[in-house]
């Protein structure tokens, strides 16, 4: 049984850093990626950034340049380092793990932006 645990989440003004940290326990070996997503209100999921097996990464250009992306794969954890942040990045955030199968995902963590 996968289980992703999302933290970090939080509220920041506008041109503030957070840094998200999902922890990925059980059959991990089977990711052929790990990655983030965000959902805001009434607004469709969308990729924010991933990281491959190999270390390849692929980002939103909403946030390229201010995003980064890591990945510990001792610790099994994903990290999503976030700065320069605006309001519009307001949304729950979700890690994703993409299994050989099937999509594995968090239950989500908060990152509010104030102006």
């Known amino acids: 049984q996968v289980q992703l645990v999302e933290s970090g989440g939080g509220l920041v003004q506008a041109g503030g850093s957070l840094r998200l940290s999902c922890a990925a326990s059980?059959?991990?070996?089977?990711?052929?990626?790990m990655g983030w997503y965000r959902q805001a209100p009434g607004k469709q999921r969308e990729l924010v950034a991933v990281i491959r097996n190999g270390d390849s990464t692929n980002y939103a250009d909403s946030v390229k340049g201010r995003f980064t992306v890591s990945r510990d794969n001792a610790k099994n954890t994903v990290y999503l380092q976030m700065n320069s942040l605006k309001p519009e990045d307001t949304a729950v955030y979700l890690c994703?793990?993409?299994?050989?199968?099937?999509?594995?995902w968090g239950q989500g963590t908060q990152v509010t932006v104030s102006s």
């Open positions: 059980g059959n991990t070996f089977s990711f052929k990626s």
């Open positions: 994703n793990a993409e299994g050989m199968f099937v999509n594995y």
